[in-house]
């Protein structure tokens, strides 16, 4: 059984490879697809099979997805252009045969107003079509999101955002790159099975400033912005304008209720809780 995982030297495309391994699939029943070999080093020393293709090359993806028999597509970073790349993988994946497809959405995807939500949608509806079965793992906010607000806080005292009350139900990165581990190597049918993916932690922003001070041994305290507001605040701050535009808008989406979850999908599949933020913020400010 060989399993594929593209933006494989991506942060969750490799800390996914890392779980099949640590779950015990072989590293040569594991395909890594990598845009550039040449970062894939590191990777190519763990033992997987090393495939070069991007999701602009329709041939090369359909090489390197000869003889795989499941696929974590794990969702662009080219935000725009991601569903066209998306439907080459999946056209890709029909001509070679493979015979699962998980895909990395967004929690809350087919009711959700943040500005990322149309292209994960249309993502899923094209799997819908497809003739191969789809899982939607469709993941909640990272808390790695907040790594330079993080760091911001502790210099300045105070946590920018424009989420209002809203909780954000978060989880580190390898959380949910062991959630889709768990479902490529679980013996039952996926195919069709939706996945609302969130910690257990549900944290307001003020939440979130309570335990950067915490950690950081300072007050912090969270100051709410309009969200047009808050995105100038981080153009100001560096972050390039359209990202800006969307991670404001995500916190407009947080104080609607749009990355909030009590499923409990994240903790069955991995079966413990979810990485505490306070864990992060350590891990950040070390």
Do not use: C
Not at 215 to 239: I, M, Q, S
């Amino acid at each position: 059984m060989t399993t594929a995982v593209t933006g494989a030297t991506g942060q969750l495309g490799g800390l996914a490879i890392g779980e099949l391994l640590a779950r015990g699939v072989p590293a040569a029943d594991i395909v890594a697809i990598v845009r550039d070999e040449s970062k894939a080093a590191d990777l190519a020393s763990k033992g997987p099979q090393i495939r070069v293709a991007s999701y602009d090359d329709p041939e090369a993806l359909r090489r390197a997805l000869d003889g795989v028999d499941k696929l974590l597509l794990i969702s662009g970073s080219e935000v725009g252009r991601r569903v066209p790349q998306h439907t080459n993988v999946i056209e890709a994946a029909e001509a070679a045969g493979v015979g699962l497809i998980a895909y990395t959405s967004l929690l809350n995807a087919a009711t959700s107003g943040l500005g990322l939500a149309p292209e994960h949608v249309a993502t899923e509806k094209r799997l819908g079509e497809s003739s191969i079965p789809a899982v939607f793992l469709r993941n909640g906010w990272y808390w790695e999101n907040y790594l330079q607000a993080i760091s911001q806080a502790v210099s300045s005292g105070a946590l920018f955002g424009a989420a209002g009350e809203g909780k954000v139900a978060g989880a580190a990165r390898a959380d949910y790159a062991a959630a889709a581990a768990a479902v490529l190597t679980s013996d039952a049918d996926q195919g069709g099975k939706v996945y609302e993916l969130g910690g257990d932690e549900r944290l307001t922003y003020a939440d979130l400033a309570k335990v950067i001070g915490e950690v950081a041994g300072k007050t912090v305290e969270y100051r709410d912005l309009p969200e047009a507001d808050y995105a100038k605040v981080l153009a100001d701050n560096g972050t390039p304008e359209q990202f800006a535009a969307v991670l404001a808008g995500s916190d407009a989406g947080i104080a609607r209720g749009e990355l909030d979850t009590t499923s409990g999908d994240l903790q069955t599949l991995i079966g413990r809780s979810s990485t505490p933020f306070a864990q992060i913020v350590k891990a950040a400010i070390a």
